[in-house]
């Protein structure tokens, strides 16, 4: 988990208004970012939610084999995105899938 990299790269809280933040004693939330504890799951969750991450995400929890660093980086822009131009976004590459979907089935055809 690291609380210490989210903590500063999305907000500039200290340690100790981060703990406010939460509601937690800022030594419990120190020993979280020097990986000495981990936070209750209840706890986890508010910090992923502050974040909009996911427990996965928050645990550095990685799927072997389904999510490439790719994926993961494109993730990361896609977060950092308006809700307008995430929409865009997906708009885009669902029109690119079919795209690439015809010019698949096209080929079939003239393979055929």
Request: hydrophobic share 30%.
């Amino acid at each position: 988990m690291e609380l210490k990299q989210l903590r500063k790269k999305y907000t500039k809280f200290t340690q100790e208004e981060f703990a406010k933040q939460l509601g937690i004693n800022y030594e419990t939330y120190r020993s979280y970012e020097l990986n000495k504890r981990k936070p209750p799951i209840d706890l986890a969750i508010q910090i992923a939610d502050f974040y909009n991450i996911t427990l996965d995400y928050l645990y550095n929890r990685k799927f072997e084999g389904s999510v490439t660093t790719e994926e993961y980086n494109l993730l990361e822009i896609y977060r950092q995105l308006d809700n307008n131009r995430k929409q865009q976004t997906i708009g885009w590459m669902k029109s690119e899938l079919s795209d690439q979907n015809r010019e698949t089935k096209n080929k079939e055809i003239s393979i055929s």
